[in-house]
Nanobody, 120 residues
């Protein structure tokens, strides 16, 4: 299984930015970012493929950007124009069994998460 470790979370005011990082032990064809707020289902917000493409949830399109740095074995999530509703635990995940999807149920390897809190 791929080992993953997120960092970069914190507290920020609405309108601000944060950049999350996820260091991984081995690359996978598909790697993504997910989030889960208290009492809510886990949500897939961005998935990247090995060709550099990314797909995004409508809720973050135009504000968030995900990409990989292969040399550093790191997956990034740049979050701009943050809103209070972006408050959640953020996770990175790898290996969706060949599916280019944001469906969290497809992903096999997970990090422990990093908390993002946006105050209005």
């Amino acid at each position: 299984a791929v080992q993953l470790a997120e960092s970069g979370g914190g507290s920020v005011q609405a309108g601000g930015s944060l950049k999350l990082s996820c260091v991984y032990s081995a690359s996978a064809e598909h790697m993504g970012w997910f989030r889960q707020a208290p009492g809510k289902e886990r949500e897939g917000i961005a998935t990247t493929n090995s060709y550099g493409r990314a797909i995004y949830a409508d809720s973050v399109k135009g504000r968030f950007s995900a990409w990989r740095d292969r040399a550093k074995k790191t997956l990034y999530l740049q979050m701009n124009s943050l809103k209070s509703e972006d408050t959640a635990m953020y996770y990175c995940a790898a290996d969706s069994g060949g599916f280019f999807t944001r469906d969290y149920g497809r992903f096999k390897s997970w990090g422990r998460g990093t908390q993002v809190t946006v105050s209005s």
